[in-house]
């Protein structure tokens, strides 16, 4: 599955023409996310097992390894891009969210839901 994810403008992310949208996938499967910064502040995508609410720091350790763009904390500066793959464990209801600071805590964040 590929996933091109759109952050910004503001704390969102688009994906397929949608701002924040649930994401389906199957547990085993391989996701490729191509992953673009529009906005004009740093921006960053990672998969988490923990749900909202957030604190101004969220949980860094990814819900799957590899399920998160680089320096995720720095984040992808505007207009720069980040593309990674991982591959999707158990069933379960997971969480995408931008790792910057306060931006999580800001609602940026969606569902990600493995259905067995």
């Not at 499967?29 to 957030?54: K, R, T």
């Not at 860094?60 to 999707?88: I, K, Q, R, Y």
């Amino acid at each position: 599955m590929h996933l091109s994810v759109l952050s910004g403008p503001g704390l969102t992310f688009a994906i397929g023409g949608l701002t924040n949208p649930t994401i389906q996938v199957k547990p085993g499967a391989q996701v490729v996310v191509h992953f673009l910064n529009v906005d004009v502040q740093p921006h960053s995508f990672g998969i988490l097992a923990q749900g909202p609410p957030y604190g101004a720091e969220p949980p860094t350790e990814p819900a799957f390894p590899g399920a998160g763009s680089p320096d995720a904390h720095m984040g992808t500066p505007p207009a720069g891009n980040a593309t990674f793959s991982f591959t999707v464990g158990s069933a379960g209801t997971y969480w995408y969210i931008c790792h910057v600071p306060g931006h999580a805590a800001a609602n940026m964040y969606g569902e990600f839901v493995v259905q067995a």
